[in-house]
């Protein structure tokens, strides 16, 4: 019922941008909250990043001062911007919502927390 696509990925020199964005579809009435999580090779999923409805963000040490989490125009949809990348921060990126609140025809659902599929960050030279 809720659908989550990431896009953006692929293959950056370290020190370089990349910008992920991931848009979100289903019969929603409100998200508590949207995050970014990765998981490189070989290691457990992480937190990256989350921004709140009513927009606080936060960010996990590892990537603060160089991602920004912030939505687009339409709150469907929100991005991760990435600058000064590095080698390590090469993982799949996975798109998280969480407090979903589906609208149905006698009001209003909560639903499971959503993931999107996922999409590769390479940062190598």
């Known amino acids: 019922q809720v659908q989550l696509v990431e896009s953006g990925g692929g293959l950056v020199q370290p020190g370089g941008s990349l910008t992920l964005s991931c848009t979100v579809s289903?019969?929603?009435?409100?998200?508590?909250?949207m995050g970014w999580y990765r998981q490189a090779p070989g290691k457990e999923r992480e937190w990256v990043a989350a921004?709140?409805?009513?927009?606080?963000?936060n960010y996990a040490d590892s990537v603060k001062d160089r991602f920004t989490i912030y939505r687009g125009n339409v709150k469907s949809t929100v991005y991760l911007q990435m600058n000064s990348l590095k080698a390590e921060d090469t993982a799949v990126y996975y798109c998280?919502?969480?407090?979903?609140?589906?609208?149905?025809?006698?009001?209003?659902?909560?639903?499971?927390?959503?993931w999107g599929q996922g999409t590769l960050v390479t940062v190598s030279s």
């Open positions: 998280n919502a969480n407090g979903i609140q589906l609208l149905v025809s006698w009001g209003t659902l909560r639903a499971s927390d959503a």
């Open positions: 921004i709140t409805s009513g927009g606080s963000t």
């Open positions: 289903g019969n929603i009435f409100s998200i508590d909250a």
